[in-house]
């Protein structure tokens, strides 16, 4: 099956001018919005000719991607996303494990099956609306009436969730030391158990908008990008990934990947210009790019401007999986969200699409200052990225001052491990590091 689905398409009130003059850096502080403080620190130590590159390639970039304006052949148009049946590999099968990983080598991304049963499933279910109730009063997982826009958490264009420290919340510990999320990741990297770090990850929601008067909560669909530039980190570096709490599919959205796009992924970084200064390692891919021209409408077609000598990318496709599966991606791999494509069938008294989002990488790739901040990030709430052996900010802690102090608290009376140790603190110290 395949389903036409669009990149974003401004209206008319927010489009500019194709003669729109290159916008300062300053001024695209506030659209940049995977930088962070990344952003400003670095705007400070440019000098006058690398400023003038970034505003010429971030310009460009803004102009493609955010306010839709092409250039040359492609422009915004949609693409063809295909929704096959996706081979699933059993965490439980050793040979499949085998295959799981020569496939995502090979394509980019995998799907590990049986890593949740039903009642650890039901476990982070609750654990969900744990978390989520304790940080609004107001909301309850029996009323579906509170789950409007108003105290729900996170950002309601793509579902993902950083704040309140939902990096440390139980139910992504509960993710993060169940043995068979290890055990893909051992596998992913060839280490044992005990020599791998987690990364500080949130969660990503969607919310029920079948239901009736709820049309506004469906979510948008996220622009193509890799996270890792090849600039900096040119080879097999990381793999990004996350637990599906509920089946996913056409009916529900959620993760698309360009396949074999990780061959690429060279070409891609150096197109990208600039602009990695700034965003760090999340790298937009335009619509006018050679490699999503080449597989545009479902077809991939030939392009000069593509290293005939790289496995050619497949059509994009939606990576539909059951509930209680692993899904794993390069994080060379183009990819992106998107909302549902087919009218919704599951309950609407339920949400529609729960994952936490898990990453683990060899402990001995990161350093003592690296495990000096992962340990304070621990103690103080704070959500960081997907990349366990580094430190990048995802969300600066925002609980209120008391309750990071009653954090620290918990943590040294737990013996500094976490602030709510009570289940496996030595294997959360661990992953920790």
């Known amino acids: 099956m395949k389903v036409s689905v669009a ?50 390639d971030i310009s460009r970039c803004v102009r493609r991607v955010f306010w839709g304006e092409g250039e040359g052949e492609g422009g915004n148009g949609p693409l063809q996303l295909e929704c096959p049946a996706i081979k699933r590999f059993s965490v439980l099968d050793e040979r499949q494990m085998g295959e799981a990983m020569g496939y995502l080598r090979q394509e980019g991304y995998c ?42 958490l996170g950002d309601l264009a793509t579902g993902a969730i950083h704040s309140m420290a ?24 060839g280490v044992e158990g005990g020599e791998l770090l987690t990364s500080f990850d949130g969660l990503g929601l969607y919310r029920p908008w079948h239901r009736e008067g709820a049309g506004h909560w469906k979510t948008k669909g996220g622009w193509w990008h890799i996270d890792q530039d090849a600039r900096k980190k040119p080879g097999f570096e990381c793999v990004q990934g996350f637990v599906s709490l509920y089946a996913s599919d056409a009916t529900t959205g959620g993760l698309c990947v360009i396949p074999r796009s990780h061959n690429h992924h060279r070409h891609l970084s150096q197109r990208a210009g600039a602009i990695g200064l700034l965003t760090g390692d999340f790298l937009p891919i335009p619509p006018s790019d050679p490699l999503i021209r080449s597989v545009a409408n479902g077809n991939p077609s030939s392009s000069s401007l593509l290293d005939d000598s790289l496995p050619r990318p497949l059509p994009p496709r939606l990576v539909s999986c059951q509930a209680g599966d692993l899904v794993l991606w390069d994080s060379r791999t183009v990819h992106c969200n998107t909302p549902a494509l087919k009218e919704p069938t599951s309950p609407t008294d339920r949400l529609l699409r729960a994952v936490a989002y898990v990453c ?33 900010v995802a969300a600066i802690s925002d609980l209120p001052q008391h309750q990071r102090f009653m954090r620290k608290r918990r943590k040294a009376a737990a013996g500094g491990v976490t602030q709510d140790a009570v289940e496996r603190p030595e294997e959360r110290a661990s992953l920790i590091g």
């Open 166 to 189: 939902v990096g440390h919340s139980e139910v992504m510990w509960a993710v993060r030391t169940h043995h068979l999320t290890q055990k893909a990741f051992q596998s992913v990297w």
């Open 7 to 56: 990149q974003h398409q401004p209206t008319a009130a927010h489009r500019r001018p194709l003669s729109r003059p290159n916008v300062s850096l300053w001024d695209l502080a506030g659209l940049a919005l995977h930088a962070g403080p990344l952003f400003m620190r670095q705007c400070l130590t440019f000098d006058e000719a690398t400023k003038k590159q970034c505003e010429t």
């Open 111 to 152: 799907v590990i099956g049986d890593v949740m049963d039903a009642a650890m499933l039901e476990r982070c279910r609750e654990g969900v609306w744990d978390w989520l109730e304790s940080t609004n009063q107001n909301l309850t997982r029996h009323d579906p009436s509170t789950w409007d826009d108003i105290g729900w």
């Open 360 to 392: 683990m990488t060899a402990k001995s790739r990161a350093t003592p200052q690296v495990l000096a901040q992962r340990r304070r990030a621990v103690a103080e709430g704070t959500t960081l990225t997907h990349w366990p052996h580094e430190y990048h």
